[in-house]
T-cell receptor, first 116, second 116 residues
Framework: GQQLNQSPQSMFIQEGEDVSMNCTSS?????WLWYKQDPGEGPVLLIA?????ELTSNGRLTAQFGITRKDSFLNISASIPSDVGIYFC????????????????FGKGTKLSVKP | DAGVIQSPRHEVTEMGQEVTLRCKPI?????LFWYRQTMMRGLELLIY????????DSGMPEDRFSAKMPNASFSTLKIQPSEPRDSAVYFC??????????????FGDGTRLSIL
């Protein structure tokens, strides 16, 4: 089935540093989403992207929907200890005629650790 | 606003027992999703419903798994009989789907299931 390749798998950075992570796919997506998951909790939506080329910010977070519709990146500026967690990208495929239209495909996640 | 509510938060039971996980989606949402999360496989979609109707259950691993959505505010995921390899965190998510496409999914905090 379809897969999203998310990288890096893990990052260990110093507080105050900027962070960048990305997702790529061999297939086109019509929506890209970025989620963060804290231990013992469900994924929480950070940013949603709906159009190719779209660049959206949410505080210190910035995400972009790639022009080819096959990739997206998430940047975190000036990281702080509470940024620790696992970040997931997710994509909605184009609707398939007569087929499943609701599937959200998730990447494997990027585990972020921030050293104070 | 109440988010997606799942119960129980934790379940420990012996193999062979029946397990029932419950989910209350966000009010007004018309799509509901069941996911399973493990270290090895990440987040996997098991089944999803639109307007209480199961649309795609291709992710349900075996006949031991079944899901129902008797009304717009309640869904269950049942495993009978349970096996140790079913141990995972099970998430429920909901979203609002229109003819224009899918709105982002919002997740509950999950049920951590351990089968001994």
């Amino acid at each position: 089935g379809q897969q999203l390749n998310q990288s890096p798998q893990s990052m260990f950075i110093q507080e105050g540093e900027d962070v960048s992570m990305n997702c790529t796919s061999s297939s086109i997506f019509n929506t890209w989403l970025w989620y963060k998951q804290d231990p013992g909790e469900g994924p929480v939506l950070l940013i949603a992207l709906y159009k190719a080329g779209e660049l959206t910010s949410n505080g210190r977070l910035t995400a972009q929907f790639g022009i080819t519709r096959k990739d997206s990146f998430l940047n975190i500026s000036a990281s702080i200890p509470s940024d620790v967690g696992i970040y997931f990208c997710a994509g909605h495929r184009f609707p398939l005629r007569g087929g499943s239209q609701g599937n959200l495909i998730f990447g494997k996640g990027t585990k972020l650790s921030v050293k104070p | 606003d109440a988010g997606v509510i799942q119960s129980p938060r934790h379940e420990v039971t012996e193999m062979g027992q029946e397990v029932t996980l419950r989910c209350k989606p966000i009010s007004g949402h018309n799509s509901l999703f069941w996911y399973r999360q493990t270290m090895m496989r990440g987040l996997e979609l098991l089944i999803y419903f639109n307007n209480n109707v199961p649309i795609d259950d291709s992710g349900m691993p075996e006949d031991r798994f079944s899901a129902k959505m008797p009304n717009a505010s309640f869904s269950t995921l049942k495993i009978q009989p349970s096996e140790p390899r079913d141990s995972a965190v099970y998430f429920c998510a909901s979203s609002f789907r229109t003819g224009a496409g899918n709105q982002p999914q919002h997740f509950g905090d999950g049920t951590r299931l351990s089968i001994l």
